[in-house]
């Protein structure tokens, strides 16, 4: 009898979607932001009207951001020799790349954009950036507001490691019980209507994140099925547009429901595909540089050419050049600190025991493969 799919994935698997789906979800991103910059609003976003005002396609996308991450930190850790191996990997990840990105901002686009009016012009010395930097705080928001996102996951790569170091992964149920507690304070903080800034988005953030990671946890039982696909397309779509004649709560909680019926069909499109979608997997690559650089790109692209551009023209240009700097960003800085990453020595725990089906040689090759390009899962 053959064995029904499951998100159980041998370590080394490149038959999936999930490098394509990061490189989608940042360009979303840009596209969220190219509209805001356009009109100084998100009322143009393409999502505002289709989910009543409750996502934008930038927030949609952060959200997904998360849930996947959850998954692949958890994924991650458990592919670790231990808990050094684990945080230094994670940091060399994200820290090279961020303080690029954030000496970009402030020596090159910072400068430019003060001379024209568009910035502060006492721009920070190394003092004034370099700590907050390094505590993944960038409080020049203006000129390059993607970086307030990283942070949090970083905190989220922190708190796997103490869930592994205690063993919780093995035992599965309190990651499960975390993500539920997780979403009911969440659920909580929206029915309240508190409106969070950027230092309060840790209900949002850690929900999505702990869904992805439980949905790890128990991956060996949660089937590749269309049917479950279609089922949680078909409730996120309920919430987001199924209740569009009320337009107050409580029927408008997309929020809520995306950490539910949103996972299970981001981590289908994720993990199911096969073909062009694995073959493109290495854009994935790309897709954190893209992300830091895009946003101080886009400003100046406004502030420069406003009247020759439009919201889709400001996208494509900010993405076209974006992703030269993205591309120097991982030759240049990324992977010569993930090759550090990779010449740490350090002792190397038992593996855990594999949920996929050891029988297939095809599998058992895969299972020896290294991930540690596949390591990456910030955007």
């Not at 805001?36 to 009322?43: E, I, M, Q, T």
């Not at 954030?102 to 003092?127: E, K």
């Not at 830091?292 to 400001?314: E, F």
């Not at 993930?338 to 593996?351: H, V």
Request: net charge positive; with cysteine; charged share 15%.
């Amino acid at each position: 009898m053959k064995n029904r799919p499951t998100l159980d994935r041998p370590p080394g698997d490149r038959e999936n979607a999930v490098g394509l789906l990061r490189f989608v979800l940042t360009s979303l991103v840009i596209l969220s932001h190219s509209f805001y910059f356009y009109v100084a609003s998100l009322d143009c976003d393409p999502l505002v009207r289709l989910t009543c005002g409750q996502y934008t396609v930038g927030r949609i996308a952060v959200d997904a951001f998360f849930v996947l991450s959850g998954f692949l930190v958890a994924r991650s850790w458990e592919s670790s020799r231990g808990w050094a191996d684990f945080l230094t990997r994670r940091a060399l990840r994200v820290y090279p790349g961020f303080l690029a990105a954030v000496v970009f901002t402030s020596y090159a686009a910072g400068p430019w954009l003060a001379a024209r009016g568009q910035a502060r012009p006492d721009l920070p010395f190394w003092s004034g950036f370099l700590l907050p930097a390094l505590m993944l705080d960038y409080r020049e928001l203006a000129m390059n507001g993607s970086l307030w996102t990283i942070r949090y996951d970083f905190y989220y790569y922190l708190f796997i490691g103490l869930v592994g170091s205690a063993g919780l992964f093995a035992r599965r149920w309190p990651i499960l019980a975390m993500a539920a507690a997780s979403w009911a304070v969440y659920a909580a903080w929206f029915v309240s209507g508190v409106e969070g800034g950027i230092e309060d988005q840790h209900p949002r953030f850690l929900t999505g994140f702990l869904a992805g990671a439980a949905c790890h946890a128990y991956r060996d039982r949660i089937p590749l099925s269309w049917a479950w696909f279609a089922a949680s397309t078909a409730g996120l779509a309920w919430f987001a547009a199924g209740w569009a004649p009320y337009w107050f709560w409580p029927y408008r909680v997309m929020s809520p429901a995306f950490p539910i019926f949103g996972t299970y069909a981001l981590l289908f499109a994720a993990l199911r595909p096969r073909g062009l979608a694995a073959r493109l997997a290495w854009l994935g690559d790309y897709s954190y540089g893209l992300y830091l650089y895009a946003y101080p790109i886009q400003v100046m692209l406004v502030t420069a050419y406003r009247p020759q551009l439009g919201p889709y023209s400001l996208f494509l240009s900010a993405w076209a050049i974006a992703g030269a700097c993205a591309f120097l960003s991982l030759r240049l800085v990324e992977r010569p600190a993930l090759r550090l990453a990779r010449r740490t020595p350090t002792t190397r725990r038992p593996p855990p025991a594999p949920h996929f089906p050891m029988g297939d040689p095809a599998t058992r090759t895969a299972a020896t493969v290294s991930t540690a390009k596949g390591d990456a899962t910030t955007p």
